[in-house]
């Protein structure tokens, strides 16, 4: 595969030798000078023998698909031996960046004289990357059914090929479901039975009440897990948490980003990680230490997923309602105006297309190549490298009328929701003198929650509709009723069944308007497994 997006060469091959067979024979033409072009070419060691280019295309996934995976860095090639069958398990093969040369030599050779040869060589491009096989195949099943010394093929009885009719579907089948992939791993390991030198360390503690994962290392981020019903919360952070963060303190900037963070749970006492991340440019492995050592985490109750400064303990505050959070999720069916292909906040993953994760390259250092040096440096250019930020957008955790999540699930703290209306609700008390902070709903009054989210999804339908129009909607379809007397009992009770189910129809998108959105990430599990 050519690729013309690179950038243009502009050095030549000056001269490429070709040793003699013997020294004492001179072969005209033995040096040469060369023109590189500037064509940049794609390498696929492919491991078989190749018969035909076009089956071989196949294999890989064609033309198509091979330029699909080229254009993910991260992605291996994928190969497979019967490329018709679904369940054939893929031979993936790595990505490495490369500097070689493809050159064509062609030699005329005189049928009088076979010493008087000329030879012509041409330089075709360069190859920047090659894909290696250097892993073995996962283990195949095939779709066959064993049973009294017979193989029988189930292809044509599970794979559906063309449109059929429900005996299709209903007739009996042997139980085959094979899982996506039987090794987890495509490289050997020379394993021996070797016994973990961390379990029989004398220096690591052993620990029989953790069973799993015992060889992985815990990440020592030393931060602080409060329930909603510990009777206490901590004044101050871990002595291991402040010696974290001093080694790896070492920048101005990191400095400046510890006072800034600092200022920060001063002038608010709770703060969710993407705000903080909004507000201060650092890098996110950096801000797992430095959040220890001013904050701890809240697990449950209605101030989960969410940082509070060491020592203040909202649930004896009813000033801290403001700094709740709010679990809001883009409902997404036709009874909103909408349905799910029409939302414009497309879904982090999905199902349709997930891949593997044998398909993937392991992050790695790999070799520098030629092409990816970088070019010389005039006088009017610059050597300071480009700044990186790391900070995200105001969107990340402000809302504001007008707009649209970045994402199908976020969690927003009340603070946070630049709305009015939002704010008039918040500011609600409750009639009890007496006020009690509850596990749900915290300072707020019952059911303020479900008001919320009902006054956000308004909005983001408005947005929604001014885009794109929403579906038509079809009048109920009802059966007429008849001159004779007899029928027009029969027609009202095949109305009232239809209003039924029509009813019945509407329960369940109730049911399924607060299901997870597709994609959708859990923000407080993914952060607890950081500091674990």
Avoid at 62 to 69: A, D, E, N, P, Q
Avoid at 227 to 233: A, Q, R
Avoid at 405 to 411: C, D, E, G, T
Wanted: proline share 7%; hydrophobic share 30%.
């Amino acid at each position: 595969m050519a690729d013309s997006k690179g950038p243009k060469l502009d050095f030549t091959l000056k001269e490429l030798t070709l040793s003699c067979p013997t020294e004492d024979v001179d072969v005209p033409g033995s040096s040469s000078s060369v023109v590189l072009q500037d064509n940049k070419l794609v390498c696929v060691e492919y491991p078989a023998v190749v018969n035909s280019v076009d089956k071989m295309l196949v294999t890989l996934g064609g033309v198509k698909g091979m330029s699909k995976t080229f254009a993910h860095p991260n992605r291996r090639l994928e190969m497979r031996f019967r490329p018709q069958d679904p369940f054939c398990h893929s031979l993936c093969g790595n990505r490495f960046p490369s500097s070689n040369l493809v050159l064509r030599v062609r030699r005329r050779v005189r049928k009088r004289d076979p010493k008087d040869a000329e030879i012509h060589m041409e330089i075709l491009g360069v190859i920047g990357t090659t894909y290696k096989f250097q892993g073995m195949a996962d283990f195949q099943c095939l779709a066959v059914h064993s049973e009294g010394g017979k193989d029988t093929s189930l292809y044509d009885k599970i794979i559906l090929r063309k449109s059929e009719n429900q005996e299709f579907f209903e007739q009996p089948m042997p139980l085959f479901l094979p899982p996506a992939s039987f090794s987890r791993l495509d490289s050997p390991v020379d394993y021996y039975y070797r016994p973990d030198i961390s379990q029989t360390s004398p220096q690591v503690p052993n620990s029989k009440n953790n069973f799993i994962g015992l060889n992985r290392a815990r990440r020592p981020h030393n931060a602080i897990f409060i329930s909603f019903v510990d009777p206490t919360v901590p004044t101050e952070c871990l002595e291991a948490a402040k010696a974290n963060w001093v080694r790896v303190c070492v920048k101005e900037k990191d400095k400046q980003a510890e006072e800034q963070l600092k200022k920060m749970f001063e002038s608010r006492p709770i703060w969710s990680r993407n705000a903080v991340k909004a507000n201060i440019n650092i890098h996110p492995d950096k801000l797992k230490l430095l959040l220890p050592v001013f904050a701890y985490y809240m697990v449950t109750g209605p101030w989960r997923s969410l940082w509070v400064r060491l020592g203040y303990d909202p649930r004896k505050t009813p000033d801290s309602k403001n700094y709740q959070i709010l679990d809001f999720r883009i409902r997404c069916s036709t009874k909103h105006g909408y349905s799910l292909s029409d939302i414009p906040v497309k879904a982090k993953r999905s199902a349709l297309n997930y891949s593997l994760p044998i398909t993937f390259n392991k992050a790695g250092p790999q070799a520098a190549s030629v092409m990816e040096l970088p070019a010389q440096e005039g006088p009017g250019s610059s050597r300071d490298p480009v700044p990186i930020t790391y900070q995200l957008k105001e969107s990340s955790y402000i809302f504001k009328e007008g707009m649209l999540p970045p994402h199908r699930q976020m969690f927003y703290q009340l603070c946070d929701l630049d709305v009015e209306s939002i704010r008039r609700e918040v500011e609600q008390m409750n009639e009890d003198e007496q006020q009690v902070c509850d596990e749900r709903d915290g300072w707020c009054v019952l059911g303020t929650t479900d008001k919320l989210r009902d006054i956000i999804s308004a909005m983001i339908k408005t947005v929604i509709r001014a885009h794109k129009p929403s579906l038509p909607e079809f009048p109920k379809r009802r059966r007429r009723v008849g001159q004779n007397s007899k029928f027009s009992g029969r027609d009202h009770a095949d109305e009232e069944e239809q209003d039924d189910e029509n009813k019945d129809d509407e329960d369940e998108d109730e049911e399924d308007e607060f299901e997870p959105s597709e994609g959708s990430e859990n923000e407080m599990e993914t952060e607890i497994l950081d500091y674990m």
